[in-house]
């Protein structure tokens, strides 16, 4: 009787010891196919030392859009809401905008006013909340928006509508000597306020759209840079390259997005010579998030997924390739998926 226990518990030991030695999951979110075994057979092949697709670990760049690759861009992008929710804010110190379109339509919600002032319109409404403030006081009114505003559908914060299986590809790459880049067509102060805590991506890897700055003395005598009405750099569609060679310096080996607007981007990675790894996320679950793509005004997807389908690129179906969308839908259930 005793050499029997002996026997079980040694095996039992035997057997708890070989499901330690298993390496953990790096992607335990998403589910287990194609698209999983794609990036895992990318990064196995560019960090095998000495194999033919070896990439030495400073050229290992990868680069994200953020709106619907990185987080939710639906019912409209993330920035435009805070924009606008700054514009009611600011409302109280300018009397003069309750007679002045596009401040009269949009304070008093008539929404055929504000149609007929057009995408100049929305565009002067923005401007309002990202200029005539010095970049310190922009950087707080995004964190102060962060910390109280909720999105429409999902009651949450907005900084926690980042995508699970995306944060656990950015820590997944970076662990096997990856440096990851956010490059968006989004407002690069915007972003590099909460892209840190939210991604780990520092904000000196943050890559975006900005608006032109002047070197002020402040009323207190300290240097100030001013935020002023004036786009200096657009980084969207064909800006992308033109953003990762003036920014970056080197051309990425792996490249993710989900729209037209990351076309470029996708194309300028995939000439570069040697392994290469293209990715598109694509918007297919309606239930736990949102379904969209060639008709979408937001985060349009056509050319680049006939392009992706084409040449063979990585196109993710989020609703057969995910497990988890959302970090809170864990929490939710009360049980990891």
Known sequence: MMARLTAFL???LATIAAA???PADPLPSWDDGATKSAITDFVARVTRDGGPDFVRPAERIAVFDNDGTLWCEQPVYFQAAFGLDQVKALAPQHPEWKQKQPFKGFLANDKPALAAQGEKGLLT???VAHSGMTTDAYAKSVGDWLAQAKHPRFNRPYNELVYQPMIELLAYLRANGFKTFIVSGGGVEFMRVWAEKAYG??????VGSS????????ADGKPVLMKL???EFIDDG????SGINRFIGRRPILAFGNSDGDHQMLQWTAAGPGARFLGIVHHTDAVRKYAYDRQSKIGKLDKAWDEAVQRGWTVVDMAKDWKTVFAFE???????Q
Not at 212 to 218: L, Y
Not at 238 to 241: D, L
Not at 330 to 336: D, V
């Open 330 to 336: 864990r929490s939710s259930t009360g049980a990891s």
């Open 125 to 127: 409404l923005l401007s």
């Open 20 to 22: 330690m030695a298993q």
């Open 211 to 218: 608006g032109v700055t002047r070197f002020e003395i402040g």
């Open 10 to 12: 040694v095996a039992s």
């Open 238 to 241: 064909p800006g992308k390259p």
């Open 201 to 206: 991506i520092p904000p000196e890897q943050v």
């Open 229 to 231: 009405p004036k786009v």
